[in-house]
């Protein structure tokens, strides 16, 4: 367990008996695949039932949007099978993935695919068959996608589509969520919500979700948009919840590397159609690394990669396409042309500037196979989650995949709920103070470059003991002078939950003393199935002001 000395219960202050109040049935927290995935299917429990969904931006900017590759389950009866890609993604896992849990989502997810072909997803096709793809750690072609290399985009635009008719569903677009609102006993009542033009707002809910997405810009280099800082996570901490598995992180091994652009993904689809891998000498080196080069699994190529621009003193690889038909790579990567071609990349011509960045949060708060928390009436589902289906490694594209089963798990089981009349209790007062602080302001761009500079540093693909050490002691030194203060705006509350998060991944990744799937200790750099074969799961109810 860590101790934040200066973590209180609520980051603001408020009395619920002066605040505009909102009441619904279901509050859901992210409007990605899974938040979405959730209000759908509650806002079937009947015409009076009331559901909403609050997001911090506009409703279509999440990670779910932006990705890329592709949405894995098995269609193709023939060349796959649901043993299959439970081997993968449990050979993926490196001993940490729940198998009942696998088992389900694997064998749940051909009916979410008919859900989303029902909703009018347009998945690229061959003729009348899907048109399936292969990535790395996949022993078929089992990767759905649409509009090539935009399977995010048409997902998200689809059931965004269906949430906008469903009147069942209340959207509150640039929305922030600041903290749950929790009962003497620790039920979660509903959130504290904000927006610019009406200040603070309480939701009481019946029944609470958090889809609030990962955590992937607490690195500098990072895949993810600036919506996914981890707030849901350090929202569900100071309200108590357990999390689970923060060191796991995973880490894409290509990016497009252009200095002072952002980092695009390159998605691993890519060296599925068969991208390879060059150094700055032009020699392929991922052979030198795994048997199957290329299409070995994330963290291997991202070690590698790392290594590799160690060895030849470069900010960067290649990814080298220039073998393969052009018109097969603009079809099927209209997406990443674009984006290379704005810095003069040809992707069927030139090579690809590359290197690895931060990319999907394995670990979250921790569920159970309907996305039930640690805490009576509060949910969570997506990449916010600790579903047990990734163990110490995700597979490709089965993120999209768990979003979807678990938000309709989550979903059915709350309108069971609503059905039985549990989540009716009135709610309470609620009243917090937060004491005023004299301690020296800091810039809040200033420490969020720097926190996520040096995670990116200390906690990446690479740690050991004493960076890990030294990483916790530089951020409970941020902490003592910015989780003090009382902010009024959503800049400050991130930054407050990306301090709160950091501190408990780098803590996590210290205590764990081995080397297992997307966590690399080059101090112990051997699996220990014999210590290490359990979760850690940590409970902070005692962080209660
Ligand atoms: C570039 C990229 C490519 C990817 N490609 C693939 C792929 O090909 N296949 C695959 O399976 N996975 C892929 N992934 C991973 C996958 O996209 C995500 O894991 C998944 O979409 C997460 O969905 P989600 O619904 O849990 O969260 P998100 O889609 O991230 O949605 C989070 C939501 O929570 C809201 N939110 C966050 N904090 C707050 C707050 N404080 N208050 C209110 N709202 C809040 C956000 O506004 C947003 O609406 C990719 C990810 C990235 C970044």
Same mark, same amino acid.
């Given at each position: 367990?860590?101790?934040?000395?200066?973590?209180?219960?609520?980051?603001? &202050?408020?009395?619920?008996?002066?605040?505009? +109040?909102?009441?619904?049935?279901?509050?859901?927290?992210?409007?990605?695949?899974? &938040?979405?995935?959730?209000?759908?299917?509650?806002?079937?429990?009947?015409?009076?039932?009331?559901?909403?969904?609050?997001?911090?931006?506009?409703?279509?900017?999440? *990670?779910?949007?932006?990705?890329?590759?592709?949405?894995?389950?098995?269609?193709?009866?023939?060349?796959?099978?649901?043993?299959?890609?439970?081997?993968?993604?449990?050979?993926?896992?490196?001993?940490?993935?729940?198998?009942?849990?696998?088992?389900?989502?694997?064998?749940?997810?051909?009916?979410?695919?008919?859900?989303?072909?029902?909703?009018?997803?347009?998945?690229? =096709? !061959?003729?009348?068959?899907?048109?399936?793809?292969?990535?790395?750690?996949?022993?078929?072609?089992?990767?759905?996608?649409?509009?090539? !290399?935009?399977?995010?985009?048409?997902?998200?635009?689809?059931?965004?589509?269906?949430?906008?008719?469903?009147?069942?569903?209340?959207? =509150?677009?640039?929305?922030?969520?600041?903290?749950?609102?929790?009962? !003497?006993?620790?039920?979660?009542?509903?959130?504290?919500?904000?927006?610019?033009?009406?200040?603070?707002?309480?939701?009481?809910?019946?029944?609470?979700?958090?889809?609030?997405?990962?955590?992937?810009?607490?690195?500098?280099?990072?895949?993810?948009?600036?919506?996914?800082?981890?707030?849901?996570?350090?929202?569900?901490?100071?309200?108590?919840?357990?999390?689970?598995?923060?060191?796991?992180?995973?880490?894409?091994?290509?990016?497009?590397?252009?200095?002072?652009?952002?980092?695009?993904?390159?998605?691993?689809?890519?060296?599925?159609?068969?991208?390879?891998?060059?150094?700055?000498?032009?020699?392929?080196?991922?052979?030198?690394?795994?048997?199957?080069?290329?299409?070995?699994? =994330?963290?291997?190529?991202?070690?590698?990669?790392?290594?590799?621009?160690?060895?030849?003193?470069?900010?960067?690889?290649?990814?080298?396409?220039?073998?393969?038909?052009?018109?097969?790579?603009?079809?099927?990567?209209?997406?990443?042309?674009?984006?290379? /071609?704005?810095?003069?990349?040809?992707?069927?011509?030139?090579?690809?500037?590359?290197?690895?960045?931060?990319?999907?949060?394995? &670990?979250?708060?921790?569920?159970?196979?309907?996305? /039930?928390?640690?805490?009576?009436?509060?949910?969570?589902?997506?990449?916010?989650?600790?579903?047990?289906?990734?163990?110490?490694?995700?597979?490709?594209?089965?993120?999209?995949?768990?979003?979807?089963?678990?938000?309709? =798990?989550?979903?059915?089981?709350?309108?069971?709920?609503?059905?039985?009349? *549990?989540?009716?209790?009135?709610?309470?007062?609620?009243?917090?103070?937060?004491?005023?602080?004299?301690?020296?302001?800091?810039?809040?761009?200033?420490?969020?470059?720097?926190?996520?500079?040096?995670?990116?540093? *200390?906690?990446?693909?690479?740690? !050991?003991?004493?960076?890990?050490?030294?990483?916790?002691?530089?951020?409970?030194?941020?902490?003592?002078?910015?989780?003090?203060?009382?902010?009024?705006?959503?800049?400050?509350?991130?930054?407050?939950?990306?301090?709160?998060?950091? /501190?408990?991944?780098?803590?996590?990744? *210290?205590?764990?003393?081995?080397?297992?799937?997307?966590?690399?200790?080059?101090?112990?750099?051997?699996?220990?199935?014999?210590?290490? +074969?359990?979760?850690?799961?940590?409970?902070?109810?005692?962080?209660?002001?």
């Amino acid at each position: 367990m860590v101790r934040h000395r200066n973590l209180r219960r609520y980051l603001v &202050g408020f009395d619920t008996s002066t605040l505009p +109040q909102i009441f619904t049935d279901c509050l859901v927290i992210g409007g990605g695949v899974a &938040g979405l995935r959730v209000a759908l299917e509650v806002a079937e429990a009947g015409p009076d039932v009331r559901v909403t969904l609050a997001t911090k931006t506009e409703l279509l900017e999440s *990670n779910s949007y932006y990705a890329q590759g592709g949405i894995a389950a098995v269609t193709d009866p023939v060349e796959d099978s649901p043993e299959k890609h439970r081997a993968d993604t449990l050979a993926t896992a490196c001993g940490l993935a729940d198998e009942a849990i696998v088992e389900m989502v694997v064998g749940e997810g051909p009916d979410r695919i008919r859900d989303l072909i029902d909703w009018g997803t347009p998945f690229d =096709r !061959d003729g009348d068959a899907l048109s399936l793809t292969r990535e790395g750690g996949h022993s078929a072609r089992r990767i759905l996608h649409a509009s090539g !290399d935009s399977t995010g985009r048409e997902i998200s635009q689809t059931m965004a589509a269906q949430a906008r008719v469903q009147s069942r569903i209340v959207l =509150r677009e640039r929305t922030y969520t600041i903290d749950l609102l929790t009962g !003497d006993t620790g039920e979660v009542l509903g959130a504290l919500l904000w927006t610019a033009a009406t200040g603070l707002t309480v939701c009481w809910a019946r029944f609470t979700v958090l889809a609030s997405g990962g955590a992937g810009r607490l690195y500098r280099e990072s895949t993810n948009p600036e919506t996914a800082t981890g707030d849901g996570m350090a929202i569900a901490y100071r309200a108590g919840a357990e999390l689970e598995d923060l060191e796991f992180v995973q880490f894409h091994p290509t990016t497009l590397y252009i200095a002072g652009a952002s980092r695009a993904l390159i998605s691993e689809t890519v060296r599925g159609e068969g991208g390879r891998l060059l150094d700055r000498n032009g020699t392929r080196f991922m052979p030198e690394y795994h048997a199957d080069a290329e299409l070995a699994p =994330r963290d291997v190529v991202s070690r590698a990669i790392v290594r590799q621009m160690a060895k030849t003193d470069s900010t960067n690889v290649y990814l080298d396409l220039r073998h393969l038909k052009a018109e097969h790579l603009y079809a099927r990567f209209p997406f990443i042309r674009t984006i290379c /071609r704005d810095f003069d990349i040809d992707i069927a011509r030139d090579l690809i500037p590359v290197r690895p960045a931060a990319h999907y949060t394995i &670990g979250g708060v921790r569920v159970d196979g309907d996305g /039930r928390t640690s805490l009576p009436r509060l949910y969570a589902c997506g990449e916010v989650s600790c579903t047990r289906l990734h163990g110490a490694n995700r597979l490709g594209s089965n993120s999209l995949l768990e979003g979807l089963v678990f938000g309709y =798990r989550a979903g059915r089981r709350i309108v069971e709920q609503l059905a039985v009349g *549990n989540g009716t209790s009135r709610p309470p007062r609620l009243q917090f103070t937060v004491a005023h602080s004299d301690r020296t302001v800091l810039d809040v761009d200033d420490v969020q470059n720097s926190l996520r500079a040096i995670m990116w540093r *200390n906690v990446g693909i690479e740690r !050991d003991a004493r960076h890990l050490a030294e990483t916790e002691e530089i951020i409970e030194f941020w902490q003592s002078y910015v989780l003090d203060k009382e902010f009024a705006d959503p800049r400050g509350w991130q930054l407050q939950n990306m301090l709160t998060l950091a /501190r408990l991944v780098a803590r996590s990744a *210290n205590q764990r003393q081995e080397s297992r799937g997307t966590h690399f200790r080059t101090d112990f750099p051997e699996r220990d199935d014999a210590h290490w +074969q359990h979760h850690i799961v940590r409970s902070v109810a005692s962080a209660s002001a």
